[in-house]
Nanobody
Framework: QVQLVESGGGLVQAGGPLSVSCVIS????????MGWYRQAPGKQRELVAT???????NYADSVKGRFTISRDNAKNTVYLQMNSLKPEDTAVYYC???????????????WGQGTQVTVSS
């Protein structure tokens, strides 16, 4: 059974930093892309940042220059460092991973339970 457990998040003032991390556990053959998505109240879930196993990174335009995604393949962990936070960054942040369970399996999307990030003005 695969588990994605997020930590971090919380309440921060505008302009401040915050970080979240996500540890993936379970019997896994490989983890391909990992990433962070967010969903604000009344809005659809949107991409924040993704990172491939080889380190190719993609950011949403709204977070470029402020957020940094990274991963530790040995620890099956993905991180998101958020700087210069804005009230509009307030959302539930979800960890995502594209996982291959066995060498014969196809890639499957897995999600964490979400962690709340609230930025006060």
């Amino acid at each position: 059974q695969v588990q994605l457990v997020e930590s971090g998040g919380g309440l921060v003032q505008a302009g401040g930093p915050l970080s979240v991390s996500c540890v993936i556990s379970g019997s896994i053959f490989s983890i391909n892309a990992m990433g962070w998505y967010r969903q604000a109240p009344g809005k659809q879930r949107e991409l924040v940042a993704t990172i491939t196993r080889g380190g190719t990174i993609n950011y949403a335009d709204s977070v470029k220059g402020r957020f940094t995604i990274s991963r530790d393949n040995a620890k099956n962990t993905v991180y998101l460092q958020m700087n210069s936070l804005k009230p509009e960054d307030t959302a539930v942040y979800y960890c995502n991973a594209r996982i291959v369970m066995t060498r014969w399996s196809r890639e499957t999307d897995y999600w964490g339970q979400g962690t709340q990030v609230t930025v006060s003005s």
